[in-house]
């Protein structure tokens, strides 16, 4: 955990962020008032292209920056960390491609960009390279769980073949 390491570094660490569905909005907000109050460093997930100018005036103003945006994502801090997701569809691949038929996949991402569209391209590319698995839909729920059911269904209903879904 980052506040147990920083405590035990003796740094002094804060933490904010959304509770319930992510909020770039007021994450933009919330690094844009650790830059007026000169803090030593933020590290962030980026969930929009917002972020790119924020974090490069927090690097411009002696900031530390760092993101949690994973492999196959945009590292825009001067360090990048994080869940490789290009890794993790080809192992949702895998494990699919064992299966027996074929199997008609749903993504469900967060947005076209950004995380959501570095998870869904290493499932299709991973998919493309076996004989059985296809994507045959992805359906966007911007971070908001409360629309993901709604999403789940649209898609269900459009593509009744689609026999797994699948979410980063």
């Not at 405590?7 to 909020?23: C, Q, R, S, W």
């Not at 869940?83 to 064992?98: I, Q």
């Not at 199997?103 to 995380?115: E, I, R, S």
Request: a neutral charge; hydrophobic letters at 45%; glycine letters at 14%.
């Amino acid at each position: 955990c980052l506040a147990a390491r920083a405590k035990g570094l003796g740094i002094p660490e804060t933490e904010t962020g959304p509770v319930g569905p992510l909020n770039a909005t007021v994450m933009i907000q919330e690094i844009q008032q650790g830059i007026a109050n000169k803090v030593g460093a933020i590290i962030t997930f980026p969930a929009s292209q917002g972020f790119v100018p924020l974090l490069s005036q927090a690097r411009k103003a002696g900031i530390i920056t760092g993101t949690m945006y994973g492999g196959g994502g945009s590292a825009l801090g001067q360090f990048n960390t994080g869940t490789d997701w290009t890794a993790l569809g080809k192992s949702f691949v895998a494990a699919l491609a064992g299966r027996p038929g074929p199997q008609h996949m749903a993504l469900l991402v967060q947005a076209p960009t950004g995380v959501g569209k570095a998870f869904a391209d290493g499932v299709k590319v991973a998919a493309a390279a076996t004989k059985n698995v296809t994507v045959d839909a992805v359906g966007y729920t911007n971070d908001d769980p409360t629309t993901a059911l709604q999403v789940a269904t649209d898609i269900l209903t459009a593509h009744p073949e689609v026999n797994v879904v699948a979410s980063d």
